[in-house]
């Protein structure tokens, strides 16, 4: 015996046969819209179903003649983009400090308050080295920020002048570093900021013009001279103890096609 619903689907493909063929005989142009107590969609469904566009699509939704999503082409290399709204912006670039074994430069590495914590004591021209790998999510063309997480033990407002020399050397042969940051003297830039007043409250001084450098490329190396430099005006009398260094950087949210170059073809 068959069941209801198998007589009813039946009565419903009857249905539908009746009136595509008298539409048919008719000369009317058969669209989905126009059969919605047939086909049991939507009107809405039913005309994105017949839309013949992306245009007329994009209309239906509501979205316009062009899509939400904006977009800019990295002109640079062309071959990459970075997305707004779509997961790309900017990430951190840890980087791998390299202390000197000797030398009058080196900073402390010395006890916060009373506590189990360490972290090196910068006194004024002290230094470090670090070494920045460039990542493959690297938006291609786009520029970077140095910048220095620190702390101070007292409550002094006085100023904390931090210099950054950085050069850039490309991976796989490519070259030396760049002649526009040339390994002899590399390139310098800085930034001078207040302490906040508060003891060990977690500072982050970053540069306020970017990097650039038209070698930046996935799997070269960024390398970065962080010293403390005599301050501009009044200086800031407590001990300054420099957590970490590392690098803002743009990301495209994607990973390289191929571990060598070309990366991305």
Not at 46 to 56: I, K, P, W
Not at 86 to 92: A, E, N, Y
Request: net charge negative; charged share 15%; proline share 3%.
């Amino acid at each position: 015996m068959r069941s209801s619903k198998t007589r009813k689907a039946d009565r419903l493909a009857r249905h539908q046969e009746l009136i595509w063929s008298e539409t048919k005989s008719s000369g009317d142009e058969v669209t989905h819209a126009a059969q919605t107590e047939v086909h049991g969609i939507s009107a809405y469904g039913a005309t994105l179903v017949d839309d013949a566009t992306a245009a007329d699509a994009a209309t239906t939704l509501g979205l316009g003649a062009t899509d939400n999503v904006t977009h800019a082409t990295l002109t640079t290399t062309g071959k990459t983009e970075v997305y707004t709204g779509q997961g790309g912006g900017w990430r951190d670039m840890i980087g791998q400090a390299v202390n000197p074994s000797t030398g009058p430069t080196i900073p402390t590495w010395s006890r916060m308050a009373a506590g189990p914590f360490y972290a090196y004591q910068y006194g004024i021209n002290d230094q470090q080295w670090f070494l920045y790998h460039i990542q493959h999510d690297y938006a291609p063309g786009t520029d970077m920020y140095l910048h220095c997480h620190w702390l101070s033990d007292g409550t002094s407002t006085g100023l904390v002048n931090w210099q950054f020399t950085w050069t850039f050397a490309k991976g796989f042969n490519q070259g030396a570093p760049s002649t526009y940051t040339d390994i002899a003297t590399g390139a310098v830039t800085g930034i001078e900021e207040a302490g906040s007043g508060t003891a060990y409250r977690h500072m982050t001084s970053e540069i306020a013009v970017a990097i650039a450098d038209t070698d930046f490329e996935v799997d070269g190396i960024l390398m970065v001279n962080v010293k403390r430099i005599a301050s501009t005006g009044a200086a800031n009398g407590d001990s300054i103890f420099v957590l970490m260094s590392d690098v803002h950087y743009q990301s495209n949210t994607f990973n390289t096609k191929n571990r060598q170059p070309d990366f991305y073809t």
